[in-house]
């Protein structure tokens, strides 16, 4: 009896740190790609604040400052706008990853509980 307990202690460990390891890799796969669109987003914040800087140094007159600048907020907002779009279309691809593994997950504690508690 007290060996059977430590096999279905040892198989509970065993899943549950495969499981672990599955759900971290489906984690970091959604960080990387959530963490260059963050770069990405953050460089194009950097290159339009140097073409506003450039533009308060080099124009004169008010009225082609405030079309500039008007132009430079809107081309930022567009990109900002497209990574949210993309941050969205990575979670939402990463959603089947999630489901697979809750799944899979939850398939393998009820084979678990079931087994352990007709043994």
Do not use: C, H, P
Not at 75 to 83: D, L, N, R, S
Not at 98 to 114: D, I, M, N, P, V
Request: charged share 20%; proline share 0%; net charge negative.
């Amino acid at each position: 009896m007290e060996n059977n307990y430590f096999e279905q202690l040892n198989s509970f460990s065993k899943t549950t740190s495969e499981s672990a390891k599955a759900l971290e890799t489906i984690n970091a796969k959604v960080f990387a790609q959530l963490n260059q669109k963050n770069m990405e987003l953050f460089n194009s914040g950097i290159a339009i604040n140097t073409k506003l800087v450039s533009l308060l140094g080099n124009t004169k007159d008010v009225q082609t400052l405030v079309t500039e600048q008007t132009q430079l907020t809107s081309e930022y907002t567009a990109k900002v706008i497209g990574m949210i779009r993309d941050a969205a279309d990575i979670l939402a691809g990463s959603l089947d990853d999630y489901q697979t593994w809750l799944e899979g997950t939850l398939q393998s504690a009820t084979t678990l509980t079931t087994s352990n508690t007709t043994a």
